[in-house]
Nanobody
Framework: QVQLVESGGGLVQAGGSLRLSCAAS????????WGWFRQDSGKERQFVAS????????YYVDSVKGRFTITRDNAENTVSLQMNNLKPEDTAVYYC??????WGRGPYEYWGQGTQVTVSA
């Protein structure tokens, strides 16, 4: 079983930056594909970004392109999401996800517990 733990959420003013991290523990694999998702209250969970374990390509939802950067470390079984120029509409609970086979929008087998990101206007 793989456990994912996120960290790095918080409150930031519009235009600011935050860096989210997610670490896998337990029965870990070096070939994990990663995803970041977010969910604001009353809304459906939204795909944000994804990285595959064996290629440098990364994928983003259009609304975060140019502002967010996903980075994975296969050796450490970690993934991060650097978020710059944050906007109030980025406010949500952010979840990391991992899967050995699937990537992009998933579905993913493993999920973290989520970390709150709040962007004030």
């Amino acid at each position: 079983q793989v456990q994912l733990v996120e960290s790095g959420g918080g409150l930031v003013q519009a235009g600011g930056s935050l860096r989210l991290s997610c670490a896998a523990s337990g029965r870990t694999f070096r070939n994990l594909n990663w995803g970041w998702f977010r969910q604001d209250s009353g809304k459906e969970r939204q795909f944000v970004a994804s990285a595959r374990w064996n290629v440098p390509n990364t994928y983003y939802v259009d609304s975060v392109k140019g502002r967010f950067t996903i980075t994975r470390d296969n050796a450490e079984n970690t993934v991060s999401l650097q978020m710059n120029n944050l906007k109030p509409e980025d406010t949500a609970v952010y979840y990391c996800a991992a899967d050995r086979m699937r990537w992009g929008r998933g579905p993913y087998e493993y999920w973290g517990q989520g970390t709150q990101v709040t962007v004030s206007a």
